[in-house]
């Protein structure tokens, strides 16, 4: 039996930059009938391991730009993270804009930490913009949006999604949110300290 086999299409929005444990997440979320929207390098591997994947830049008809830098800061992308799905104005707004309606987003940030003992001038390209801006939108419309930031949390999404037959619930989507919300805040600090320290 295929879980999902007649559910609606749904889609997560994944860009990542470990990419460990991709192979297990987009399997499971295929089962669901999950479809898949990346960009860059998280794109391409998801392609390389066997999935269809929708790409950023195709969706808002705008092209990456200055090596990657901007990517998914696109008005469209926080529309569908943003809007609030029960309400009519909302939602007769969305649909003018002919964008998916993205339910699950995951998104790892870049290891700003790691880079710190390398003291070079690389270390300013591991200031995330894009991912923190993506899970905070997320993490801010949790009553409708799961955002996952821990690749240790792929198995508890799958298994929420098992037992709420393809969708997750609201206690889960609240505490994928405070995760997120902690991990963005410790994140900053950890350049902020380092700003100063400079």
């Excluded at 089962?31 to 391991?49: H, V």
Aim: hydrophobic share 40%; net charge positive; glycine share 6%.
């Amino acid at each position: 039996m295929v879980l999902g086999k007649n559910l609606k299409k749904k889609f997560a929005l994944i860009s990542v930059f470990e990419k460990k444990n991709l192979k297990y997440l987009c399997s499971n979320l295929n089962k669901f009938n999950y479809s898949f929207i990346s960009s860059g390098s998280t794109g391409n591997k998801i392609r390389e391991l066997g999935f269809k994947c929708n790409d950023i830049s195709k969706l808002t008809n705008f092209k990456e730009m200055f090596g990657g830098r901007v990517k998914t800061l696109n008005p469209l992308i926080y529309s569908s993270l943003l809007y609030i799905r029960d309400d009519k104005i909302h939602k007769k707004q969305f649909q003018l804009l002919k964008m998916p309606e993205i339910d699950i987003v995951v998104v790892n940030l870049y290891p700003f930490k790691k880079y710190l003992k390398k003291n070079n001038d690389q270390i300013i390209e591991m200031i995330d913009i894009g991912g923190p801006s993506l899970l905070r939108a997320a993490g801010k419309n949790f009553r409708y949006i799961t955002p996952i930031v821990d690749i240790m949390d792929y198995k508890k999404l799958v298994t929420n999604l098992i037992k709420n037959k393809g969708k997750t619930d609201i206690i889960f989507r609240k505490k994928m949110a405070h995760k997120v919300f902690k991990q963005t805040a410790q994140y900053d600090k950890i350049i902020s300290n380092w700003l100063n320290e400079k």
